[in-house]
């Protein structure tokens, strides 16, 4: 089964709308497998947005998401197309180029708080998994007793 990588940035934390969050996920139909709620580390969140380290935004990103005012909840949520239907649910990256109905389209209005995170691609979600739920057990696999209903064998 594909898994994903959804986190609640700081900011979507200190706006209450981890709840918002995870039930969109849970309502779709998608099983979540992990789940924790850290101030990271510095060291996680650089290596977690190594692609744009030359960015401008870089260490203002990078404080905004470890400076403990607000921790993070990380998420592994697993299912059929999770990672491009999790990208979908998310919605665009700058929240005013965002669809209604997509979170960042509902909750807000700046690229700099658009308060989730999803895995952009089948790698990128494979390497994000591994350096948030990298310790043994942090992900846990289960099975639906209603899957038959959710999810049809063809
Ligand atoms: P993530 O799901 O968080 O990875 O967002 P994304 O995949 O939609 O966008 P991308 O990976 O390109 O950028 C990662 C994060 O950097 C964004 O979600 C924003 O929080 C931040 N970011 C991206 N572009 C800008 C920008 O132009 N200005 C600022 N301030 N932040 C940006
Ligand atoms: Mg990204």
Same mark, same amino acid.
């Given at each position: 089964?594909?898994?994903?990588?959804?986190?609640?940035?700081?900011?979507?934390? !200190?706006?209450?709308?981890?709840?918002?969050?995870?039930?969109?996920?849970? /309502? /779709?139909?998608?099983?979540?497998?992990?789940?924790?709620? &850290?101030? $990271? $580390?510095?060291?996680?969140?650089?290596?977690?947005?190594?692609?744009?380290?030359? %960015?401008?935004?870089?260490?203002? &990103?990078?404080?905004?998401?470890?400076?403990? %005012?607000?921790?993070?909840?990380?998420?592994?949520?697993?299912? $059929?197309?999770?990672? %491009?239907?999790?990208?979908?649910?998310?919605?665009?990256?700058? $929240?005013?180029?965002?669809?209604? +109905?997509?979170?960042?389209?509902?909750?807000?209005?700046?690229? +700099?708080?658009?308060?989730?995170?999803?895995?952009?691609?089948?790698?990128?979600? !494979?390497?994000?998994?591994?350096? =948030?739920? +990298? +310790?043994?057990?942090?992900?846990?696999? =289960?099975?639906?007793?209603?899957?038959? =209903?959710?999810?049809?064998?063809?």
């Amino acid at each position: 089964q594909e898994r994903t990588f959804i986190a609640v940035k700081p900011d979507g934390v !200190q706006r209450g709308l981890v709840s918002e969050v995870i039930s969109r996920f849970e /309502r /779709r139909g998608y099983k979540l497998v992990g789940l924790k709620l &850290l101030v $990271p $580390p510095t060291d996680l969140v650089k290596q977690h947005y190594a692609d744009l380290s030359s %960015k401008p935004f870089f260490n203002g &990103l990078v404080d905004y998401m470890t400076n403990g %005012k607000a921790p993070v909840v990380g998420m592994v949520w697993e299912g $059929p197309d999770v990672i %491009k239907q999790g990208r979908a649910m998310v919605g665009a990256t700058n $929240p005013l180029s965002a669809n209604p +109905g997509t979170i960042r389209g509902d909750f807000c209005l700046s690229v +700099g708080r658009n308060i989730v995170h999803g895995s952009d691609s089948a790698e990128s979600a !494979q390497t994000e998994i591994g350096l =948030w739920f +990298g +310790g043994k057990g942090e992900v846990v696999d =289960w099975s639906f007793g209603n899957e038959e =209903w959710v999810i049809s064998a063809n």
